[in-house]
């Protein structure tokens, strides 16, 4: 049976990988982002299957507003890609305060506003799926990337508690954990802290780190969505991509042999 999808930051990236390949599987999709110029054509290719909305997660009002639009649009909404986000890119210090609270805006409370958003209509339809996408890197923070690793971690926390809060109503919530695509992230979604000049050896070798090797073009990643999203008992979390994969093994490795080398310290206390 054709599904219905919701899927935020539809306009590029991932989020229109995903909006291509739910149409191409027969789906109808209510695809949400800022800017929906870019999804005319599609929406012209897919008559009646595809509803663009302009829509700024940030505005919790406008959210809600704009997902009753969508419930509207097809009578319900089965799927929700909860994808929309951007990057903050520089080191802790040299972030303003406008900067973070803009970010944290769109990467965690945008995300917040879209599930407390859908949950009724979900809950309404006995069920349903909710895909939280995170990152590969949430579990730890990286230098120049600090806050978008704290914004998905943040979001990492309240989707497991999420996932705890709904699945009483049958309705499963997984934390998509992507690996690095060839989205625009570093650069239209991109907003840049001023550089001081005493971070510069770090910055040149973290730049030197990131290398110039090419990202997996995002719709490789929309084959794992689209079998995550039929999946009848889908997993609480999921990484997507071969070496991401390998990467957060062996980041939650180390994390446990450090952990470990400090066991003593940590068990002289009782708590």
């Not at 935020?8 to 990236?13: I, K, P």
């Not at 994808?83 to 903050?88: E, K, S, T, V, Y």
């Not at 406008?98 to 859908?118: K, P, S, Y």
Request: charged share 20%.
């Amino acid at each position: 049976m054709s599904k219905v999808w919701f899927i935020t930051g539809a306009s590029r990236g991932l989020g229109r990988a995903f909006t291509e390949a739910a149409l191409a599987g027969g789906d109808r999709v209510v695809a949400a982002a800022r800017s929906i110029d870019s999804l005319k054509g599609l929406a012209e290719e897919c008559p009646g299957r595809l509803v663009p909305l302009r829509l700024d997660v940030r505005d919790r009002k406008g959210v809600f507003e704009g997902v009753e639009q969508a419930a509207a649009a097809f009578g319900g909404l089965d799927i929700v890609v909860n994808n929309a986000g951007a990057l903050l890119y520089g080191m802790v210090e040299e972030a303003t305060e406008e900067q973070i609270r803009a970010h944290m805006d769109v990467n965690f409370f945008g995300a917040v506003w879209v599930a407390q958003a859908v949950l009724p209509h979900l809950r309404a339809r006995s069920g349903g799926r909710l895909l939280q996408v995170t990152s590969m890197g949430s579990g730890g923070g990286m230098a120049t990337v600090g806050f978008y690793g704290a914004g998905k971690a943040a979001l990492d926390s309240v989707s497991e508690a999420l996932a705890m809060e709904v699945e009483g109503f049958g309705i499963k919530v997984t934390i998509v954990q992507m690996g690095g695509y060839n989205t625009g992230l570093f650069t239209a979604g991109t907003t840049n802290t001023e550089p001081l000049a005493q971070y510069q050896p770090l910055r040149t070798e973290m730049e030197a780190m990131w290398g110039d090797a090419i990202a997996p073009e995002p719709e490789t990643a929309a084959p794992v969505i689209m079998e995550l999203a039929r999946l009848p008992d889908p997993p609480r979390r999921l990484i997507v991509g071969s070496q991401s994969f390998d990467h957060v093994l062996e980041m939650d490795q180390a994390q446990a042999d450090l952990y470990r080398s400090w066991e003593h310290l940590s068990r002289i206390a009782p708590g």
